[in-house]
Each structure stands twice: as C-alpha cells, then as structure tokens.
Nanobody, 123 residues
Framework: VQLQASGGGLVQSGESLRLSCSASKFTLDYYSIAWFRRAPGKEREGISC????????FSPPSLKDRFTISRDNAQNTVDLQMNSLKPEDTAVYYC?????????????????WGQGTLVTVSS
C-alpha cells in the first residue's frame, strides 16, 4: 500500500489550498485515512481522519474550523481542504492509513507513510 500526497505549494496567509491523497493499485475507500503534518523543528501533528465504514471524520478542536477531510471515490482520493491558512500551517503534509477513525477518540495507529507534500504559507 503506497499513498501519495499532492497539492502543496506556496500560498499567502488567509488563502486556501486543497490537498489530495491518492493510491495506485488499491481502493482508498477500504481504508481509514488520516492527514498529519510536520513543521520545521516541531513534532508530528495529526490533522484529521476519515473512517472506512461510514465516513465518520475527526479533527482536533484547534483545527476543525479550518480543515475539512473528505473522500472522492470517483477519483479514488481523500482530500484535505484547508482554509484561512496561517504561516504556522507551513509544514510537510502526509496522508496515511490508520486502523480506525472515531468521532470521539480520533485515529488509531498509522501506517503506510509515503512522501508528503510541502505547504508554505507566507505572511
């Protein structure tokens, strides 16, 4: 299972960006998927997840107003819509499989980390 995050780039503060997670040779709808990020000098941070059974989603309260995860089954992608971006959102963003996604408890153990996509937000 290999996941590929794409859609990163350079944007200005306050702008939006949409990231996509894709996979070859398997169907993403069968998996719970999460987005993480790692900013320079900081620990990895979970952003959002979506479950594989009923598309339940979870995001930490600090991010859920600006970040939205969704599936596009026709394209076989899991997308992350990011609005009102801030310079502190600058990071490499990764999509991964997780063993569960719960609206109450968040995500479980992650796996299948691939290359991320760099998002840079200028002030």
């Amino acid at each position: 299972v290999q996941l590929q995050a794409s859609g990163g780039g350079l944007v200005q503060s306050g702008e939006s960006l949409r990231l996509s997670c894709s996979a070859s040779k398997f169907t993403l709808d069968y998996y719970s998927i999460a987005w993480f990020r790692r900013a320079p000098g900081k620990e990895r941070e979970g952003i959002s997840c979506i479950s594989n059974d009923d598309d339940t989603t979870f995001s930490p309260p600090s991010l859920k107003d600006r970040f939205t995860i969704s599936r596009d089954n026709a394209q076989n992608t899991v997308d992350l819509q990011m609005n009102s971006l801030k310079p502190e959102d600058t990071a490499v963003y990764y999509c991964v499989t997780v063993n569960y996604c719960s609206s109450l408890y968040g995500w479980g153990e992650s796996d299948n980390w691939g290359q991320g996509t760099l998002v840079t937000v200028s002030s």
